[in-house]
């Protein structure tokens, strides 16, 4: 069911903290993984609704628009506890079209641990399936690009290193991207514009981007790098959160 490629860059794992039982917390980055109110619904009101998902999988037989069906491939900045891509694996599999495929790629420095991802992703019983199935897979030591074949119409790689990396030498282009990694004022550098330059050119046209950050600095960055910017209604009462396009 998976993968591993060990010739890539060995990465370690962050130390954690456990607020609230099972919401992990990173000593590093002095942040939460998510959303403290509700990360579930948090991905679908940003990540998934902000890329115009599950509408765009429904709209044609072949989602990503190409005549040979390709994947639809979504990238990850920040896979952390996998929550977005559980809850992704979740709603395309209710509402996938016969024959499509999704590609899900995750970009990640400090890959978790089995266990700690088990705990995090215990807390929400909706995504139970899928949690089990990711954890069976997650490699003792991941490093390298992790391949995990989820089901035979859903393919997860996880690129273990720095982010610039491995956009920047991804082979094909993306049709959307959740951006999340931690808080620009924690982690400014997964929001810096060589890093958006990056994923502006490593998107298909028309692709699409959402992120829960709203800072002026990672909204600058975007449009400088070529998206067309709009400001949404956040999630959980935070005011705002970012989408957009390449056109």
Known sequence: M??????MVETTSQTLDWHDGDMPYS???GDHFYCRTEGRLECGHVFLAGNGLPQRWQADASPAGDSAGRPFRIGELGFGTG???CETWRQWKLARSPGTRLHFTSFELFPMKRDEIDRALSR???IDNERKALVAAWPEQPSGNVEIHADQATRL???CGPALAGVASAPDPFDAWFLDGFAPSRNPDMWSPELMQALFEKTAPGGSFATYAAAGFVRRNLIAAGFAVERRPGFAGKREMLSGKKQ
């Open 2 to 7: 998976n993968k591993h490629d060990p010739e």
């Open 27 to 29: 000593q590093k980055f």
């Open 83 to 85: 929550l977005n891509f």
């Open 124 to 126: 929400w019983p909706e």
């Open 157 to 159: 790689t996880i690129v």
